[in-house]
């Protein structure tokens, strides 16, 4: 780790203990909930037991929340890349992987699998949130690490659970938020807004319960990419003059031109919920929850190039003395619709919670109704009109999950947890071309790609109370694996390739020891094998090379972590504090690094491949106290330092002892919140991460650019005001310094957002 990122480290550890020995004298006056706690039960050693948990009544009062990942903004460790409201590619980073390891975290709502399982990226294969608004959230629960049997080995890095709220009575709501974001980089200065619209109903009728919501989304964005231009070594004469250009380097420090603005998205969103529920006399619950998610999202470019008065797309051009080509692609690509349906539905019946033997039985099904997006081909401007393009469709696609799980009490000092679960994946994609991309019909097939993967598994956990104050839990996790009807299809360069059907079978064993040294301490030990099999996405990943299209590893392998955590927490009435020390070994780790696709050839194509061995290992503390200095202030707040390198790697050497892509050094986030009555409640936050790199060999060394992993110091704020016990207005700001960062894309800049909400 560097020097700085040390000295930084430590003074937030000094804060961190200064701040709980403080805490701890001056007592507890305010009673509330936390926003960040572990999770009390009988069994301490429970390795499904969260370890963060976040609540909507807190998240309400402290996080300017549009979509509900905003929820898991202060979280420890977890980072959620989210480039704008309304963003449906906003995957989670952990403490040991980063943001381009989606297949690496599970999320669920009720049970219902939000998490990609078709891919392993930050943009097709991002988490579903909006599956869920976070008005109808009841709390978030976070659990790190392989350490429970019950969770399949996507559960490496984080299992996320959103549990929702059903009602008691008669209750209705209805909340409006505006958002206004001024953005000033480079050639574009734009003032774009967002407004949401949210409201629902429910009732509980004897053993019925029913909940409806509905949420419409109105969001436009800034630029999510920039169009940039690779700058000549000589000068030129030849190409037509232009102005407008910005000079620049890229992430590698390569001189480069910007030259226009794209992915300037304008989102329309509806989301439709309902939940019910029966009570059964003797204790069984039947439950069903459906969601159905609708978008529009029209992507505009911005070109900053000027011949005179002129806009300049494309063409043969002389920028500040040098001859630059610019093709129509540049910026065409860039200018999409897309437009997308997508069902949730999850049943799930239960037997009553208390007595010797409970037991679940969990059905959801997520599927793509409709998803296409069209993409222009031709050259600006005439591509703004009816022009030549392409439609990408993944009609088809989606998953279903079955889970069958049991506990039992009966035997003294144990508690037995096993299940059967299995997951099956359909990935269909076919682009085609269009004569008319903005409503033209279907043309030629221009590629596709299918198959699927399957999943069965049986789970078996014990907690074992070997004293009052000593407990240990030990799991096993079999799992058998299939992928399978793969095929690959492309009309030029020829491909017309069915895949091989693979397979494994694997067990993961678990264990977790906990002892509750006093009322206010106890410590943890826990140690898991996981197996995080490859997705379709990853096996059929097609590559062009030259006037030929392969696919170049079909067979890839899954792969196996190893994990470790040793964690000590002190309670008392008026905070929690918690340090964990983590380990973390991969090996067979799929990565996309560079690679000959052809044996003794000397190019290089990026693409996904198991590579030998990584490492990952660090520290995470977090603190969560109230009335810090006086009564009503509550400091909260987390600091992870990680050290994730690849060790061992026999296909590309340059990448050996370097750092993982995605994980920064250091992070953290610090929060304090006021609340001097039960009216008013202010909030000022901040995050913070150190730079990272981007590939895996680490050559992209400059971060403050375009595809750039800049270090960045955000800061918000939030102020709310509960009128009465209906009404409340909230005014936050979100990133209120200013800070201009990249994380590959450009960052949201200063957002100033008004909430009015009423509830009963």
Same mark, same amino acid.
Not at 310 to 323: E, F, K, L, M, Q
Not at 370 to 398: C, E, H, I, W, Y
Not at 521 to 543: D, K
């Given at each position: ?664 050094? +250091? ?6 919140? %006021? &609340?001097? #009555? @039960?009216? /008013?409640?202010?909030? =000022? *936050? ?26 960045? +110091? ?6 709310? %005001? &509960?009128? #009465? @016990?209906? /009404?409340?207005?909230? =005014? *936050? ?28």
């Amino acid at each position: 780790m560097s020097r700085a990122s040390l000295r930084l480290g430590a003074s937030v550890l000094a804060l961190c203990a200064a701040t709980t020995v403080q805490a701890q004298t001056i007592g507890g006056s305010l009673q509330s909930e936390y926003v960040i706690v572990t999770g009390e039960r009988d069994r301490a050693a429970d390795p499904n037991r969260p370890d963060t948990q976040v609540t909507a009544a807190k998240a309400q009062e402290q996080i300017n929340t549009v979509n509900t990942e905003d929820m898991l903004k202060y979280a420890p460790s977890l980072v959620v890349r989210k480039r704008h409201y309304g963003d449906t590619q906003a995957p989670v980073a952990t403490r040991t992987s980063g943001l381009g390891a989606s297949a690496r975290n599970l999320i669920f709502v009720d049970g219902i699998m939000l998490n990609s399982p078709i891919g392993n990226n930050n943009s097709g294969a991002s988490p579903n949130w909006s599956v869920v608004g976070p008005r109808d959230v009841s709390r978030i629960d976070v659990l790190y690490g392989p350490f429970s049997a019950r969770y399949a080995g996507n559960s490496i890095g984080a299992t996320i659970s959103i549990s929702t709220r059903m009602p008691d009575d008669f209750e209705l709501y209805v909340n409006t938020v505006g958002g206004i974001q001024d953005f000033d980089q480079y050639g574009t200065h734009s003032t774009s807004g967002t407004w949401q619209l949210s409201g629902g109903v429910g009732d509980r009728i004897g053993a019925f319960s029913w909940r409806l919501s509905v949420s419409h989304l109105d969001s436009t964005g800034h630029p999510l990419n920039y169009a940039t231009l690779t700058r000549p070594a000589a000068t030129s004469a030849a190409g037509t003059v232009l102005t407008g250009a910005f000079s620049e380097f890229n992430r590698t420090g390569a001189p480069i031109v910007v030259v226009g603005a794209t992915g300037i998205e304008h989102q329309v969103q509806d989301t439709f919920s309902a939940k019910l529920a029966y009570d059964f006399s003797n204790g069984m619950q039947l439950s069903y929850l459906a969601s159905l998610f609708r978008q529009d999202d029209d992507s505009g470019v911005e070109t900053y190039l000027r011949n005179g008065t002129t806009p300049v797309y494309t063409g043969n051009s002389n920028i500040d003395g040098r001859n630059y080509n610019i093709a129509a692609s540049t910026f065409s690509n860039n200018l999409y619709n897309t437009q997308q349906s997508k069902l949730a539905q999850g049943l799930t019946l239960k037997s009553a919670p208390d007595g010797d033997f409970a037991w679940e039985i969990i059905a959801t099904d997520f599927a793509y109704l409709n998803d296409k997006q069209r993409v222009a081909t031709a050259t600006l401007p005439g591509a703004f009109t009816a022009s030549a393009g392409t439609v990408n469709r993944m009609n088809g696609t989606g998953w279903y999950t079955l889970d069958a799980n049991a506990v039992w009490r009966g035997w003294e000092d144990h508690e037995i947890a096993f299940g059967a679960h299995r997951d099956a994946e359909t990935f269909a994609q076919v682009r085609n071309n269009l004569t008319d991309w903005i409503a033209g019909g279907m043309g030629t097939v221009v590629n596709s790609a299918k198959g699927r993967t399957a999943t069965n598994a049986l789970w078996l956990q014990d907690i074992w109370s070997l004293t009052s104050s000593l407990k240990a839990s030990a799991g096993l996790r079999y799992e058998d694996w299939r992928a399978y009807s793969g095929n690959n299809f492309s009309a030029s360069p020829a491909l017309n390739a069915n895949q091989p059907r693979i397979s494994a079978s694997t067990l993961s064993p678990k264990a977790t020891i906990a002892w509750q040294g006093s009322e206010k301490w106890r410590f943890t030990g826990s140690w898991g094998i996981a197996y995080r099999m490859p997705t379709v996405t990853e096996l059929y990943q097609a590559i062009t090379t030259g006037v030929t299209l392969s696919v170049p590893n079909p067979n890839l392998k899954p792969e196996r972590a190893s994990s470790y955590e040793l964690a000590v927490e002190r309670r008392t009435d008026s905070g929690f504090f918690r340090a964990s020390l983590f380990w973390e070994d991969i090996s067979n780790a799929l990565l996309s690094q560079s690679a000959p696709l052809v044996p003794g050839s000397n190019t290089l194509f990026s693409y996904v491949q198991n590579v030998d061995r990584t490492r990952a290992r660090g520290v995470e503390l977090v603190l969560d106290q109230y009335d810090v200095l006086f009564p009503g202030l509550e400091l909260m707040g987390s600091v992870t330092a990680t050290e994730a390198r690849i060790v061992r790697n026999s296909v590309f050497a340059a990448a050996i002892n370097k750092f993982l892509p995605g994980v920064p050094q +250091l992070k953290g986030n610090l929060v304090a919140t %006021y &609340r001097p #009555d @039960d009216q /008013w409640f202010f909030t =000022l *936050g901040a995050r913070y991460s150190d730079k990272m790199f981007g590939t895996i060999d680490n050559s992209d060394p400059y971060p403050r650019t375009y595809q750039g992993f800049e270090g960045y +110091l955000v800061a918000d704020a939030r102020v709310r %005001y &509960r009128w #009465d @016990d209906n /009404w409340s207005v909230s =005014l *936050g700001v979100d990133n209120i310094n200013n800070k201009k960062y990249f994380l590959f894309h450009p960052f949201p800049q200063r957002t100033v957002l008004l909430e009015i909400g009423y509830a009963r």
